[in-house]
């Protein structure tokens, strides 16, 4: 009887797939951070990752399909990172500081992440990013502490959310000073019902450094921002 062999193509073709797949949102993030999400970036995306359109469209059918894709892959990876910082955090004051803090100083050390957040804008903020999923619960628990102010919950995510983007935008089109993110943020604080000497005491003091894995979505597109940029110089 002959021996068994194992068939490891469709391993290896999985593997291919795979590589393929985060090479064309690798792309996409450095595209939508160039040219905004308004436009169609599909043959640009195409021209950066070196694909035909027909091996493209094996991956993704939208704009749409695409900005989501970037949008949720770089979400989880900042939920790895921002978590065990804040996850052991009982007051949901510096809780929401710390993690805001920690967001803001990821996309300010990570140009194309602050361009790209910009770019995607509130919606996909709000939507497809687990960071902001967790605020709701923060914010209530603070308000019922009498921490924040009593507004309706909607408007006071309103205020963060847009307190948020605004410093993206800012990010993504200027270089800021380091304590930027903790300056914004202990506005933030004042904005939301904290008496100034507190708002300053919660948004302040050492954060751990936040090193994006070096083959995280963050990582290698950063890296391959820079790489072009060096190239074209």
């Known amino acids: 009887m002959p021996a068994k062999t194992n068939d490891h193509r469709p391993r290896v073709a999985a593997e291919r797939r795979e590589r393929m797949r ?3 949102i690798e792309s996409a993030m450095i595209v939508f951070a160039e040219k905004g999400v308004g436009a169609s970036v599909i043959p640009d995306v195409r021209d950066a990752a070196g694909v035909s359109q027909g091996s493209f ?3 993704f059918r939208s704009n749409e399909e695409l900005l989501i894709a970037v949008a ?5 990876e900042m939920v790895q990172l ?3 910082v804040v996850g052991d955090i009982a007051d949901p004051a510096r809780r ?3 993690g805001m803090r920690c967001y803001l100083h990821l996309a300010r050390a990570h140009r194309l992440l602050a361009r790209f957040l910009s770019a995607a804008g509130l919606r996909m903020l709000r939507q497809h990013n687990d960071t902001f999923r967790y605020l709701p619960d923060d914010l209530t628990e603070g308000q ?3 921490v924040f102010t009593s507004a309706p919950l909607d408007i006071v995510l309103d205020m963060v959310a847009g307190a948020g983007l605004a410093a993206l ?3 993504a089109r200027s270089r800021v000073p380091k304590d930027y993110p903790d300056q914004v943020i202990a506005a933030l604080m004042r904005m939301l019902g904290m008496p100034a000497a507190a708002a300053e005491q919660v948004a302040s003091g050492p954060l ?6 070096a083959d995280s979505l963050l990582a290698r597109a950063q890296a391959r921002a820079a790489s072009q940029v060096d190239a074209a110089a």
């Open 22 to 24: 985060q090479r064309l």
């Open 57 to 59: 469209y094996n991956y």
């Open 72 to 76: 949720e892959e770089l979400s989880g």
């Open 82 to 84: 921002i978590e065990p």
């Open 96 to 98: 929401v500081a710390t």
């Open 144 to 146: 019922k502490q009498g």
């Open 169 to 171: 935008d800012r990010m």
């Open 208 to 213: 751990p450094k936040l090193t994006p894995a």
